[in-house]
């Protein structure tokens, strides 16, 4: 069993920065392909960013591509997700995800495990 815990996110004005962690419980942590997913007031939870098991694959969505970057430190147990040039339409809460595969998915059922979430604010 993995357990996953975001943290890192709150209020930002827009044009600004946030970094978002997500530790992870787990000795096989290394072995898992992880994924940052969002999902805003009234609409779906929808993918943003995954990384396979080294950190030498990544994937975004076209709305963050440029802007968000997605790494892990598997020392440490933990992916990031850097956000910049934060926009309004960032604002959801984010979800840290992990699959018990090294080959990187950006579906929500593709997923086995899952955190509570963090909320990010963008005002404008």
């Known amino acids: 069993q993995v357990q996953l815990v975001e943290s890192g996110g709150g209020l930002v004005q827009a044009g600004g920065s946030l970094r978002l962690s997500c530790a992870a419980s787990?000795?096989?942590?290394?072995?898992?392909?992880m994924g940052w997913f969002r999902q805003a007031p009234g609409k779906e939870r929808e993918f943003v960013a995954a990384?396979?098991?080294?950190?030498?694959?990544?994937y975004y969505a076209d709305s963050v591509k440029g802007r968000f970057t997605i790494s892990r430190d598997n020392a440490k147990n933990t992916v990031y997700l850097q956000m910049n040039s934060l926009k309004p339409e960032d604002t959801a809460v984010y979800y840290c995800?992990?699959?018990?595969?090294?080959?990187?998915?950006?579906?929500?059922?593709?997923?086995?495990?899952w955190g509570r979430g963090t909320q990010v604010t963008v005002s404008s």
């Open positions: 995800a992990g699959r018990r595969a090294v080959v990187v998915r950006t579906t929500v059922s593709d997923y086995d495990y």
């Open positions: 787990g000795r096989t942590f290394s072995s898992y392909a």
């Open positions: 990384i396979n098991w080294s950190g030498g694959n990544t």
